[in-house]
């Protein structure tokens, strides 16, 4: 309790290209993609041999043998065995909060140094049988004879067998992401155009950084691929604009398309961090410093915007860090979809919703969006599911280093209604 808090150094980040499910990675794991990154991370780092404080990974969609990927993950790479890791979990923003979790422990003392990350695929989906069918499997087993054995198995009926696919909607109001976005950009009036607009111009950032080199030395080589799968350099705002909704079919007044919108994603990203004594006794130039973070949660099931949380975690934010939204150099806002973006920028703007919902006397106001997701956005990148967070970490980190100087804000929506933010500086 006596200790003083130490700063968290940025080292670095790798990941894979992220490409559209049911693609490249086809009859790929999340173990093989989250321990490919790793081992890329360790040897330009130069980690081999190394015991490390802590690894924190995770994935949301997971088989069940996957319990204990990011240890599994650890024993496939050249790190010390001594390194230990654990898996977290929440749903879009979870490798933000892995890295805010190794960053905590960096900063307590606990440990010198940690790698977070994240791997997502919809391309090794668990598909499972009924509840009722598994329950009749565990009786089978136990079954001490032959009649209660035959018993069990007579008991099976078809709608046992059916098989059961992960889906990634909304228990509580059996809504997807999409379905609750478009009533959030009804709400809001956020236009068709405006969203395609904020397409377009992602595609054009991810574009450049490319043609700059930008990801060269972060996006590994894997399965053949060294650039991300989802990302269009042709794409035009005329193209867009002829795409059809994509969740909101019928109304007539569907905004939401598989251009505006991340399609399912595959791909695993990995950020090292560490003490400064540490980053200087290995001879690693730091990038920037993991300053502070902040999550929420909103009432999504009695009419708040699902992905509306990070209004309120960036409120609460700035608060305690005596900060405005405007004293930022560099903003990466998740682009779950371009609309969600814009509603956010929006409430930030609104008087009656930063007093209602944020308790503000004042609008928090707008943001310059040239300093938006400068180097591209999720919905030019893509979104596998787990791993935007350190994407997004490791990728701001890199700006501020070849900038010099400044401070970037992190934001990330979630389903179940929760938002993840966070501060970075150089």
Known sequence: MSKTMRKVAILGGK???????????????????????????????????????????????????????????????????????????????????????????????????????????????????????????????????????????LSIRPKDLKPHFPNAGEKRTGKSMGDHCEMMVKEWKIPREAQDELTFISHQNAAKAYKEGFYEDMVINFKGLKRDGILREDTTKEKLAKLKPAFDKTSGQGTLTAGNSTPLTDGASAVLMASEEWAKANNLPVLAYFVDAQVAALDFVHGEGLLMAPTIAVSELLKRNNLTLQDFDFYEIHEAFAGQVLCTLKAWEDPDYCKKVLGRDKPLGSIDRSKMNVKGGSVALG?????????????LAKILNQNGKGRGLISVCTAGGMGVVAIVEK
Request: with cysteine; glycine share 8%.
């Open 15 to 153: 990941r894979t290209p992220f490409v559209k499910s049911m693609g490249a990675y086809q009859k790929t794991t999340n173990q093989q993609m989250f321990t490919e990154v790793l081992n890329n991370l360790v040897t330009d780092y130069k980690l081999e041999g190394k015991k490390l404080g802590d690894v924190a990974g995770g994935a949301l969609i997971t088989n069940s043998a996957d319990w204990n990927l990011t240890r599994e993950s650890i024993l496939g790479t050249k790190l010390h065995p001594h390194t230990p890791g654990y898996n977290v979990q929440r749903a879009c923003s979870t490798s933000l909060d892995t890295s805010l979790q190794i960053a905590l422990k960096i900063a307590a003392g606990q440990i010198d140094v940690g790698i977070a990350g994240g791997s997502d695929t919809n391309s090794d989906v668990p598909v499972t049988f009924s509840r009722s069918f598994a329950w009749k499997m565990i009786e089978l087993r136990n079954a001490k004879n032959f009649m209660q054995k035959l018993k069990v198995i």
């Open 383 to 395: 979104h596998p599911f787990a791993a935007t967070g350190a994407r997004i970490v490791a990728s």
